[in-house]
């Protein structure tokens, strides 16, 4: 059908709704199935990881199909996508598909292509040396990182995406090419507390937060924005209208009630937040979104606050390091991170992972009460004491 080259030069600005085709939704996926995916749509046996980056599954039909899926840096140029297609077209019939987790999947249905497949994959690099198409992220491994806009294109970021993913995918590189942990780990960055992704419901995840009160630009407040909606999106009542001496409209901010969520910015241009020494990266870690054996869990936070140390955020990457190192050493088959944890008690968890806890972890916001150890089931460590003095106890 091709719509954007059949329909080249029609758009008339004069008259923007002549020609003008709408809702007509996405393509329908049948298209672009694998004839081999299409015989075998709903008939499949089982499946097997060959080895890491490689799955073959095998349908009641008896016909195979091989899965290559490497790692994808998710902003791609047109000319990688390009080369993703030379690669689909040279292997697979011109079919690739995409993973919820931004990686890439080549499918052949046959060993001999599937080594040819791969050892093309494994050849190239970027002129700089990195992998362009790295085999991976299957089974018990670290798989891609879900991650959000960053500097490089959203107004509302406490950090970057793209360059802190690429700075830890660096330092966790070979465990996304072996299959050597507990449980598979999702690891997830968010730019900022909108959470856009997964951050919410990973084993370990990375989210920009700010630690200053936004700027009140009084000239443009009642100009720019809708007052009640701004003070309606502060989770804390912390806005409140006010008055300019010279008589414009504008807000006020209590400092004290505000933390600093940048929620009223989003809606309101003439109260930016962003700032270079307070913003920073929090770490969470503990969810996970699958029901297998214990149900799905929000992250929790463990570190308040790491700075933006471009460009390679090293404190980020070795603490996330040291988290998931940490788990993989004393967790039991099968156990996500999050299950782990509760196995433990988070108290071992600060003490194993050598993270010290700040009375920023502890929850103070509305349902607050429920987080609290309402039991004297407790382990004595260090960590625990710390709660205990941070929540003023001893
Ligand atoms: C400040 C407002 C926001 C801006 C400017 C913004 C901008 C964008 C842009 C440009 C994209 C890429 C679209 C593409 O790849 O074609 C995107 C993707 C996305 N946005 Fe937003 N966004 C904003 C807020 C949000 C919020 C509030 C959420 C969720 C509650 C959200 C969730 C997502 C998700 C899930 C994706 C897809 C990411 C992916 O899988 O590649 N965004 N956004
Ligand atoms: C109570 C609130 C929420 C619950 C219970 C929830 C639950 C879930 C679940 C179960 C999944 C996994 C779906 C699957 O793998 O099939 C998921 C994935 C996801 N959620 Fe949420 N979610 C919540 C809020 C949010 C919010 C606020 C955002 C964004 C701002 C968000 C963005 C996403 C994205 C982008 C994914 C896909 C992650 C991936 O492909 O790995 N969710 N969520
Ligand atoms: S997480 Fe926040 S800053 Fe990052 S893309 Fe989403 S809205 Fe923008
Ligand atoms: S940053 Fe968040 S907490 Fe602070 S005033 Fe704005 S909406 Fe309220």
């Not at 073959?56 to 000319?79: D, L």
């Not at 991650?147 to 509302?156: E, W």
């Not at 951050?199 to 009160?213: E, L, N, Y």
């Not at 920073?280 to 790491?306: D, E, Q, T």
């Amino acid at each position: 059908m091709g719509l954007s080259t059949t329909r080249f030069g029609v758009f008339n600005p004069e008259k923007p709704h002549e020609n003008r085709i709408t809702d007509i939704g996405p393509r329908h996926f049948w298209e672009f199935f694998p004839p081999i995916i299409q015989r075998n749509y709903g008939k499949w046996l089982y499946h097997e990881i060959l080895e890491p980056g490689v799955l073959v599954h095998v349908s009641e039909t008896g016909e195979k199909v091989y899965t290559v899926r490497v790692g994808g840096m998710r902003t791609m140029s047109v000319a990688f996508v390009r080369e993703i297609c030379d690669i689909a077209d040279k292997y697979c019939d011109g079919y690739v598909r995409f993973t919820t987790r931004n990686n890439i999947e080549f499918m052949v249905d046959s060993e001999e292509k599937l080594e040819a497949l791969k050892k093309d994959l494994a050849s190239r690099k970027f002129y700089s040396g990195s992998y362009k198409f790295p085999i991976g992220g299957t089974g018990c491994s670290v798989t891609n990182i879900v991650h959000t806009q960053g500097y490089v294109h959203c107004h509302t970021p406490a950090t970057d995406a793209s360059s802190v993913v690429k700075a830890l995918m660096d330092e966790l590189f070979e465990y996304f090419q072996s299959m050597t942990l507990p449980a598979k780990v999702r690891i997830a960055l968010a730019c900022c507390l909108n959470m856009c992704g997964a951050v919410h419901c990973s084993d370990i995840a990375m989210v920009g937060i700010h630690r200053k009160p936004p700027v009140i630009d009084t000239e443009y407040v009642a100009k720019l924005c809708e007052i009640p909606t701004v003070i309606a999106s502060c989770p804390l009542g912390a806005i409140s209208p006010a008055t300019t001496p010279d008589g414009k409209k504008t807000v006020k901010i209590r400092e004290d009630r505000c933390m600093f969520c940048g929620n009223c910015y989003t809606m309101c241009p003439a109260l930016p937040i962003a700032d270079k020494e307070g913003d920073g990266i929090a770490i969470v870690a503990g969810g996970k979104v699958s029901n297998r054996i214990s149900p799905p869990k929000f992250s929790k936070v463990v570190v308040a606050y790491l700075p933006n140390n471009f460009p390679r955020f090293p404190e980020v990457c070795q603490t996330v390091k040291k988290i998931l190192e940490t788990y993989a050493k004393h967790a039991r088959k099968y156990e996500r991170l999050g299950d782990w944890v509760e196995r433990i008690g988070w108290e071992r968890f600060f003490e194993l992972c050598e993270l010290p806890f700040t009375y920023h972890l502890l929850d103070d916001y509305r349902l607050a009460l429920d987080t609290y150890r309402t039991s004297t089931q407790f382990r004595f460590t260090e960590a625990a004491w710390e709660v205990s003095k941070a929540a003023r106890g001893i």
